[in-house]
C-alpha cells in the first residue's frame, strides 16, 4: 500500500518561501515501473494544475509562472520528494499534492498525498 504524506504547508507573506516535503516509505522512486513524481494544485475555484515534476534519472519540468521561482527535488535515502518555493506570490495560494507515477502503457499518475494548504498575502 502506496502512502504519500506531505508537510510544510502554511502561512506567508507575499515575497516569502516555504519547502514541502512528501514521504513516501513504500514508493521507491528508482524502480523500473515507477515513472515520476510530482506536485499538482488547486486554487479555490480553479482547475487543478500540475506545477512540477521530476523523472528518476532527475529529469524537471515546471509550468510557466513558477519557473525561476520554485525547485523539485528528491532524496533518495530519506524517499523524500521536496518543493522549494521562493519569492511567493498571492497566487500560489493553493492546496499542493504530491503525485507518484506508475509506469503502464504511459506514465500513469496513481498515488496521491492528502494535500497541504499553501496561502500567500
Known amino acids: 500500500h502506496v502512502q504519500l504524506v506531505e508537510s510544510g504547508g502554511g502561512s506567508v507573506q507575499v515575497g516569502g518561501s516555504l519547502k514541502l516535503s512528501c514521504t513516501h516509505a513504500?514508493?521507491?522512486?528508482?524502480?523500473?515501473?515507477?515513472?515520476?513524481m510530482g506536485w499538482y494544485r488547486q486554487a479555490p475555484g480553479k482547475e487543478r494544475e500540475l506545477v512540477a515534476t521530476?523523472?528518476?534519472?532527475?529529469?524537471?519540468t515546471y509550468i510557466d509562472p513558477v519557473k525561476g521561482r520554485f525547485i523539485i527535488s528528491h532524496d533518495n535515502a530519506k524517499n523524500t520528494l521536496y518543493l522549494q518555493m521562493n519569492n511567493l506570490k498571492t497566487e500560489d495560494t493553493a492546496v499542493y499534492t504530491c503525485?507518484?507515477?506508475?509506469?503502464?502503457?504511459?506514465?500513469?499518475?496513481?498515488?496521491w498525498g492528502q494535500g497541504t494548504q499553501v496561502t500567500v498575502s
Open positions: 503525485a507518484a507515477g506508475r509506469k503502464l502503457l504511459a506514465c500513469v499518475w496513481n498515488y
Open positions: 513504500t514508493y521507491i522512486f528508482r524502480e523500473r515501473e515507477n515513472c515520476a
Open positions: 521530476m523523472k528518476p534519472d532527475g529529469t524537471t
